[in-house]
Nanobody
């Protein structure tokens, strides 16, 4: 059974950092484009970043460029999203998703086939 599990969310002060993890079971993450999305209450799901299977190329939305970093550890079958300089606008449930290996930099959520359950990020002093 293909499964993605996110972890690493939590409560952080403004300006703080977290490392979100996306662990896969039942398939090899390196065979897929992996994307990170988030959804805040009352807002549409937003694509943040993705990493390609083919060449490891990455994409970042303007809203997170320079603050978030995506990476992949094939030995652990895990993709990470380092989120830094957090601000209240970053409060959301963060999801990882797997899509076709050449999908990145496309961040249309309907094109991603497998989704995790999400991890909550809250920014507050």
């Amino acid at each position: 059974q293909l499964q993605l599990v996110e972890s690493g969310g939590g409560l952080v002060q403004p300006g703080g950092s977290l490392r979100l993890s996306c662990a896969a079971s039942g398939f090899t993450l390196d065979d897929y484009t992996i994307g990170w999305f988030r959804q805040a209450p009352g807002k549409e799901r937003e694509g943040l970043s993705c990493i390609s299977s083919n060449d490891g190329g990455t994409y970042y939305a303007d809203s997170v460029k320079g603050r978030f970093t995506i990476s992949r550890d094939n030995a652990k079958n895990t993709v990470y999203l380092q989120v830094s300089s957090l601000k209240p606008d970053d409060i959301a449930v963060y999801y990882c998703a797997a899509g076709p290996r050449e999908l990145c930099p496309i961040m249309v959520f309907r094109l991603y086939d497998y989704w995790g359950q999400g991890t909550q990020v809250t920014v507050s002093s």
